[in-house]
Nanobody, 124 residues
Framework: QVQLVESGGGLVQAGGSLRLSCAAS????????MGWFRQAPGKEREFVAA????????NYADSVKGRFTISRDNAKNTVHLRMNSLKAEDTAVYYC?????????????????WGQGTQVTVSS
C-alpha cells in the first residue's frame, strides 16, 4: 500500500507559477513510476506528466511541454511538478499517482495508487 498526499495548489494569476508536491509513504518509492494527472470540471481526467523510477525518463502532455517540469527525490519520497506560465485552461484538480514498475507512457488505468488531489485555479 502506498499513500500519496498532494500539496502546493492554490489560486494564481495567468502567467504565474506554482510548485506542486506529492509525498509518498508505504512501499518502496523508487519502485514506482510517478505521474501527475488533472481533471477540470465537466471533463475527464487527463495525463499531465510522468517520471520513471530513477528520474531519468520523463513524459509530458503536449499542452504542458515547455511550461511544466516533473522531478522526484527518492531519498525524500517526493515528486514535484513545477508549473510556469500558467494559463486559465490549466485550472483543475491535480492528482499524483504511482505505478509499480510502470512506464512513463502508461495509461491512467495502469496506476496503482492515487492521491486525493489539490486544486489549482488560474485567474485570467
Amino acid at each position: 500500500q502506498v499513500q500519496l498526499v498532494e500539496s502546493g495548489g492554490g489560486l494564481v494569476q495567468a502567467g504565474g507559477s506554482l510548485r506542486l508536491s506529492c509525498a509518498a509513504s508505504g512501499r518502496t518509492f523508487s519502485n514506482y513510476a510517478m505521474g501527475w494527472f488533472r481533471q477540470a470540471p465537466g471533463k475527464e481526467r487527463e495525463f499531465v506528466a510522468a517520471i520513471s523510477w530513477t528520474g531519468g525518463n520523463t513524459n509530458y502532455a503536449d499542452s504542458v511541454k515547455g511550461r511544466f517540469t516533473i522531478s522526484r527525490d527518492n531519498a525524500k519520497n517526493t515528486v514535484h511538478l513545477r508549473m510556469n506560465s500558467l494559463k486559465a485552461e490549466d485550472t483543475a484538480v491535480y492528482y499524483c499517482a504511482a505505478d509499480l514498475w510502470g512506464s512513463v507512457y502508461g495509461p491512467p488505468s495502469g496506476y496503482d495508487y492515487w492521491g486525493q488531489g489539490t486544486q489549482v485555479t488560474v485567474s485570467s
